[in-house]
């Protein structure tokens, strides 16, 4: 009964967090409770028992893409104050708000009318779990049986940083996003950015390694690292790498190409493509995980840190 | 021993929640950005800390315990460099709101 009532008023919660994310006047409150409705979500994840895909929600839905808004809202604030900002018409304002209340209630619909007891895959996922020699039922299905909705999910990564890539300007091309190092340190940002990253790291390693049996995961653990050199980049502890530098491009294409190459592999031994081999299906799943988890690892930083606005040194 | 223990952690976790409790109650009635700050990290601190002493007798070995000192560890360290952060920024362009 009280597990019920919780459980409604977490609903109730993210339904208003939502109307509020919408209705919101200003661009940064907007971010701010996008960012709180992610977290909240997670918890409504957990609820579900899909500890998996709470782990993402929290890592890429509030944390990644809370930082990516952030930056955008920021520039947006330094850009409203040299141009004049051009307001939507009220028409188009209400064209939009039908068209997204028309894209909630087709989602609903479809939602509602499933039928009682839904489709499922579930029992076969796990009757054949023992032949991927994973004990993670949901990493079986991202590595395994769905592996190729995630090698392209892997592409499309790749992809949105070279859309973030092409907005810089030809005299920048091939040089580093972000401000440099900085010359002298101080502040509590330079403490957390110093103290927090070796944790981070073993977490990071951790939450991939136990993918395989537990929640966890490649997305996960990847996301974690990521995080960890965001915060040496913001503390500006570090240079960003320089978008022209041969290893941060190797490191950015590593994941889909191995896991492609991989799956190619099979095709030509026999045992077919994106598939693995009776008995050695465990090991070359974590080797390919590996590689994505480092790819996961370099995209999203390099996504935040954005386009390059510094020339290449010579 | 168990019901003392029961006791512990049911006296540990109430006692966090008032803090978090105080903590809401002052971010929506403090006057100014600052004081808001404040009685937010003492939730953090002081009401998530009793909550894990709380979870502390109900943890799974002494590994899961440690893991949820090292949460309690990790979430006092961005709270309290987050906290930092906002207040630099609020000296910087002032008191807003």
Known sequence: MIVQTLDIGLAALVLTLAGWTVLAHATFPAVVSYVAYGLLLSLIWVRLFAVDVALTEAAIGGGVTGVLLIGAASKLRKAALSTTERELTPPLRWAIAALCVLATLVLATIVLSLPDPPPTLAPEAVQNIAATGLGNPVTAVLIAYRAFDTMLEKCVLVLAVVGVWSLASDRYWGGAPGAPRAVTWDGALTFFAQLLPPLGILIGIRIFWIGADEPGGAFQGGAILAAMWMIIMMARLADAPAIGERWMRIALAAGPIVFLGVGILGFVAGWGFLAYPAGFAKPLIIFVEIFMTLSIAATLPMLVAGPPIRAPRP | ?97
């Open chain 2, 1 to 97: 021993m168990n019901f003392a223990l029961n006791l512990l952690s049911v006296a540990a976790i109430s006692a966090g929640s008032v803090f978090f409790l105080a903590g809401t109650l002052g971010l929506l009635r403090f006057p100014d950005a600052l004081s808001r700050l404040h009685t937010l990290t003492k939730a953090d601190n002081v009401g998530l800390g009793l909550v894990v002493i709380g979870l502390l007798p109900l943890a799974h070995g002494v590994l899961g315990g440690l893991k949820l000192v090292v949460v309690w560890v990790l979430v006092q360290l961005s709270g309290a460099t987050v906290g930092q952060l906002i207040a630099q920024s609020i000296r910087r362009t002032g008191p807003t709101a």
